[in-house]
């Protein structure tokens, strides 16, 4: 068999999920589903898999394992890529070509719908003068606070820097875009500022079948927070965040990332012999979330498990392992 190509379209996009310029689970998802469509026409085209199907194929597996292997958590990744692969077929390489850019396609609108959607159920949560907390930068909590301005209620925000990388930053922007007043803290001011909030709203990288929510490091100690405070507290999370791998008691893996997103290299030699650990993402125990609100409707997070096997059955298959 010949060799797969493989687009440097694929290898661009992999390298921008793992150094962050592509980032957030459901922008990431959209990204992984694209880069397998621009395989797919690049396939099509490279002499040495435009008449052998099987060649075809085992270019996309190897764009996808290439895809998979850039960042371990945000299981909407995976999903994305079982999404566009299982949908591969066909006998020709014209046929692939074109179910592989269909599904890509259809991937990218179902997306960008069940943002909308959850956005609305988000939405009906929030009532005209609240003021919302938010962590890191989630497109899905977003789309909730902008649902809500286009309900026509008045809506404030407290936003948390979110270190080491500041996703804070992007989402004041984007909350100031939609006309909403934003306060931004650091992170270690949370617990100060949740007496003048309604609702925190966060959204997820993954969601494990036992309703435990895995989000931004320090996620986890704000949900505490938020319930001593009383405060509630939802996850905003489109269903490809359901971690399918969960249901067979896998747990999700969280990704540590460079010490010097924490500390330079300067300073810490300075500090004298230390070590330094940077994990992206903690787990948030289903008591301390109250609702995780998703384009089915909103679910509390012991019940998500039910979702969670209409959508994806059992388990879960790796259709870009190799052959
Ligand atoms: C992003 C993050 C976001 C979720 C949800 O982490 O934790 O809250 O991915 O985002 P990172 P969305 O910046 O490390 O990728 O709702 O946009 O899918």
């Known amino acids: 068999m010949t060799e797969p190509t ?28 694209e880069a397998l ?28 394992r290439t895809l998979r292997e850039t960042r371990p958590t945000a299981v909407s990744l995976p999903n994305a890529l079982r999404y ?27 997306l960008d719908r069940a943002q909308e959607d959850l956005g609305e159920v988000g939405a009906n949560r929030l ?10 930068h989630s497109t899905d909590a977003l789309a909730c606070v ?21 996703q804070g930053h992007i989402t004041a922007e984007a909350l100031r875009e939609m006309g909403v007043p934003v306060t931004l803290i ?15 709203v966060v959204g997820a990288d993954s969601i494990a079948a036992d ?11 704000l949900a505490v927070n938020a319930r001593e405070r009383g405060v509630p507290i939802m996850t905003a999370a489109q269903t490809i965040k359901l971690h399918p ?13 460079s010490e010097e997103e924490v500390v330079e290299p300067g300073t810490r030699e300075a500090i004298g012999e230390i070590a330094v650990e940077n994990p992206a993402f903690d787990v948030t125990p289903p008591r301390y979330m109250d609702a995780i609100v998703t384009e089915h409707g909103q679910f509390p997070p012991e019940s998500i498990v039910a979702l969670m096997r209409e959508l994806f059955g059992e388990g879960a298959t790796e259709p870009w392992a190799e052959q």
């Open 127 to 136: 009532a005209d003068g609240d003021t919302v907390m938010t962590h890191c």
């Open 84 to 110: 566009v692969l299982q949908r591969m077929e066909g006998e020709t390489v014209d046929a692939l070509r074109r179910s592989v850019v269909d599904a890509s396609d259809a991937f990218v609108r179902q």
């Open 6 to 33: 493989r687009h440097s379209a694929v290898e661009e996009t992999a390298e921008e999920i793992a150094t962050m310029e592509i980032r957030g689970a459901a922008t990431i998802a959209s990204a992984a589903a």
């Open 146 to 166: 902008e649902a809500a301005v286009e309900q026509g209620k008045s809506i404030s925000a407290v936003v948390k820097e979110t270190r080491p990388r500041q």
């Open 186 to 200: 650091v992170d270690s001011a949370a617990r100060r500022y949740l007496d003048e909030v309604d609702h925190v």
């Open 245 to 257: 791998e969960t249901l067979t008691g896998h747990t999700v893996e969280i990704e540590m990332r």
């Open 211 to 221: 309703g435990g929510v895995i989000n931004k490091i320090g996620t986890s100690g």
């Open 37 to 64: 469509a621009d395989q797919a026409e690049a396939a099509a085209a490279a002499d040495a898999t435009a008449s052998d199907p099987e060649a075809f194929r085992a270019s996309l597996r190897t764009a996808g």
